[in-house]
């Protein structure tokens, strides 16, 4: 079985700071996404990146798919606090259509 | 448009009880799958199904069955409910499965006591 770890578990930060979410693996994937969960409710996905390299940028959010498409980073700039929630990676397991859930990050963003 | 509808939203269980968790969506999505979220642990897959008819064991599928008769619908029974199956339980669907966008529903809060 793939695993995905993510990195920092938890990270509470000032509003207007940068931060960056990790999420790492030994195994190749096909697909990452990256989900945003509230509480009381199930995720939502935010992004897809499926070519290693690829970078995409959803306002303040950029986010990169590793070259060996085996790990993926999320950056925030200039966090606000609606961005508090649970971020998680879900890599795609290549010739299965299984999705493989990080650990999650728990962000919590203090006016 | 209701996407992902799942019921109950919260349940208590005693051990030994067994009970159908529902999941229905309304978006003719091929691809369905049932999730538990724990604490410190993500999302741990247990059953997907990839059409009616279809469906195959996740990660974590010891204690649960599936069955998968229509397009809507995916329910998830607890044979015998275990405190060890307390937990957060998410339906999720998406149109082909892999690279597509997973669709959840707002979960199940199961405890067994």
């Known amino acids: 079985t793939q695993l995905l770890e993510q990195s920092p578990q938890f990270l509470s930060i000032q509003e207007g700071e940068n931060l960056t979410v990790y999420c790492n693996s030994s195994s190749v994937f096909s697909s990452l996404q990256w989900y945003r969960q509230e509480p009381g409710e199930g995720p939502v996905l935010l992004v897809t990146?499926?070519?290693?390299?690829e970078v995409k940028k959803l306002k303040r959010l950029t986010f990169q798919f590793g070259d060996a498409r085996k790990d993926s980073s999320l950056h925030i700039t200039a966090a606000q606090t609606g961005d508090t929630g649970l971020y998680l990676c879900a890599g795609g397991e290549p010739g299965t259509y299984k999705y493989i859930f990080g650990t999650g990050t728990r962000l919590k963003v203090l006016a | 448009n209701a996407g992902v509808t799942q019921t109950p939203k919260f349940q208590v269980l005693k051990t030994g009880q067994s009970m159908t968790l529902q999941c229905a969506q309304d978006?003719?999505?091929?691809?369905m799958s049932w999730y538990r979220q724990d604490p410190g642990m993500g999302l741990r897959l247990i059953h997907y199904s990839v059409g009616a008819g279809i469906t195959d064991q996740g990660e974590v599928p010891n204690g649960y069955n599936v069955s998968r008769s229509t397009t809507e619908d995916f329910p998830l029974r607890l044979l015998s409910a275990a405190p060890s199956q307390t937990s957060v339980y998410f339906c999720a669907s998406s149109y082909s499965g892999n690279n597509s966008p997973l669709h959840f529903g707002n979960g199940t809060r199961l405890t067994v006591t």
């Open positions: 978006m003719n999505h091929e691809y």
């Open positions: 990146v499926v070519t290693g390299g």
